[in-house]
């Protein structure tokens, strides 16, 4: 099976501001990249080639950067701030970009630094066999999100609440069932622009056991801040793989 991943690559950057005044936040430099690089050869590494990206704040210098095709990727645009003046937030994107995504798809952000996590179509398999509506990817919780957003129950459900919590990594797989009623109400296409967050969506169909996590481990940075930017940057990676290096 052939599915989509989208790159959520809209937002301002705010907290990333004076280099976000001319610059999106997906295009800063990390480690020698543009920062939503990293998971694009993740994704063209595991075989998923065929990429999803909503832009907005400069989102012309992402196209420009990138273009429609860039190495093994095939790159098609949601440009919600060209067409609605401002981005959707992660729902009102995603249901934006539903007509190019399929029904089942990879959703992740662009400004989140994961270069080891493997997109494997072993983990779409057994998604695909499944009944869920989404299965994400938690970590443990940063300093910045010591309360952690979801908890895992012991067969594998995420949970609203729990002892444990932890972060939403931004990593999941989605059906598009869940972006249609009784979860979400906005029209397919998204076509009057209306904006939407996605965490609601997910709690909703949480209540009812459609949503399954797992723990991810791995090196994992939200490039949030300068300060996390430049901590990410004062390390270097080896040449053949591996873990970063301070």
């Known amino acids: 099976m052939s599915i989509r991943a989208m790159i959520l690559a809209a937002g301002r950057g705010e907290r990333m501001r004076p280099l976000t005044d001319a610059m999106p936040k997906p295009l800063l430099d990390v480690q020698g990249k543009p920062l939503m690089q990293w998971p694009m050869e993740a994704l063209t590494g595991g075989g998923f080639r065929r990429l999803v990206v909503n832009t907005d704040w400069l989102g012309e210098l992402i196209v420009s950067r ?113 972006f249609a009623p009784p979860y979400c109400r906005i029209p397919a296409g998204n076509p009057g622009g209306v904006k939407a967050p996605l965490a609601p969506l997910l709690r909703a169909a949480m209540a009812e056991g459609r949503i399954s996590a797992e723990l991810y481990q791995g090196a994992w940075t939200d490039v949030g801040t300068p300060e996390r930017l430049a901590a990410l940057n004062a390390r270097r990676r080896p040449a053949q793989g591996g873990p970063a290096i301070a």
């Open 66 to 178: 990138f273009g429609h095709r860039h190495a093994a990727c095939e790159i098609a645009y949601s440009h919600e701030g060209r067409d609605f003046g401002g981005a959707l937030e992660t729902a009102g994107g995603i249901v934006r970009a539903l007509p190019l995504l399929g029904e089942i798809f990879w959703v992740l952000a662009g400004d989140v630094f994961a270069p080891d996590f493997a997109f494997t179509q072993a983990a779409v398999d057994r998604f695909a066999a499944g009944k869920g509506l989404a299965h994400l990817w938690l970590v443990p919780n940063p300093p910045h999100n010591l309360r952690g957003d979801f908890g895992i129950s012991p067969d594998g459900l995420a949970l609203n609440d729990a002892p444990l919590m932890h972060t939403f990594s931004t990593i999941g797989l989605y059906r598009a069932a869940l």
